[in-house]
T-cell receptor
Framework: GQNIDQPTEMTATEGAIVQINCTYQ??????LFWYQQHAGEAPTFLSY??LDGLEEKGRFSSFLSRSKGYSYLLLKELQMKDSASYLC??????????WGAGTKLIIKP | GAVVSQHPSRVICKSGTSVKIECRSL??????MFWYRQFPKQSLMLMAT?????????EQGVEKDKFLINHASLTLSTLTVTSAHPEDSSFYIC????????????FGPGTRLLVL
């Protein structure tokens, strides 16, 4: 079966760094997406990885290891506005997104 | 990035009425659009996938006669919740992607439906 696993909740301190892990099992693989969703709002696109390695985009970076079925989202210099849920989604061979349940990130001052 | 709009953003209706939600891609042509539902503190649930000009593909457990989806053009898809009941109250979110392959899905802002 297809499955995406990520932690339910994480807590971090303002100004610090946090890494949100995601493991995936999909039928075929066409990439790994990360989305951010603030409470009461729709998800917004953060990153897409299809090749192994680290993609950096400002304070956010995303990493993929296809051999391990593993990805992480790295958030640096955390700000209070980064408090949100972070959704990991794997794209299968039919180009359908398989969604994780999301990781709720709580930022404390 | 690509922009997707949804209308209305919030709707309150009486039980038994029908509600139509529009999803538009504003600066790109969306070959494929997706409709999701999200209950409070739960993950996104895909309801259906629609390709322009063809019938929508519904996920298991989603009643196609209750949730009517029309994708009449490359920039517009509509979801009609027919004979809405209080248990249909939820956050409905559409997303769109340009092609039929691995392109990024961009989400609309969502529609919050409350059925009294």
């Amino acid at each position: 079966g297809q499955n995406i696993d990520q932690p339910t909740e994480m807590t971090a301190t303002e100004g610090a760094i946090v890494q949100i892990n995601c493991t995936y099992q999909t039928s075929g693989f066409n990439g790994l997406f990360w989305y951010q969703q603030h409470a009461g709002e729709a998800p917004t696109f953060l990153s897409y990885n299809v090749l192994d390695g680290l993609e950096e985009k400002g304070r956010f970076s995303s990493f993929l290891s296809r051999s391990k079925g593993y990805s992480y989202l790295l958030l640096k210099e955390l700000q209070m506005k980064d408090s949100a849920s972070y959704l990991c989604a794997g794209m299968d061979s039919n180009y359908q997104l398989i969604w994780g349940a999301g990781t709720k990130l709580i930022i404390k001052p | 990035g690509a922009v997707v709009s949804q209308h209305p953003s919030r709707v309150i209706c009486k039980s038994g009425t029908s509600v139509k939600i529009e999803c538009r891609s504003l600066d790109f042509q969306a070959t494929t659009m997706f409709w999701y539902r999200q209950f409070p503190k739960q993950s996104l649930m895909l309801m259906a996938t629609s390709n322009e000009g063809s019938k929508a593909t519904y996920e298991q457990g989603v009643e196609k006669d209750k949730f009517l989806i029309n994708h009449a053009s490359l920039t517009l898809s509509t979801l009609t919740v027919t004979s809405a009941h209080p248990e249909d109250s939820s956050f409905y979110i559409c997303s769109a992607r340009e092609g039929g392959g691995g392109e990024t899905q961009y989400f609309g802002p969502g529609t919050r439906l409350l059925v009294l």
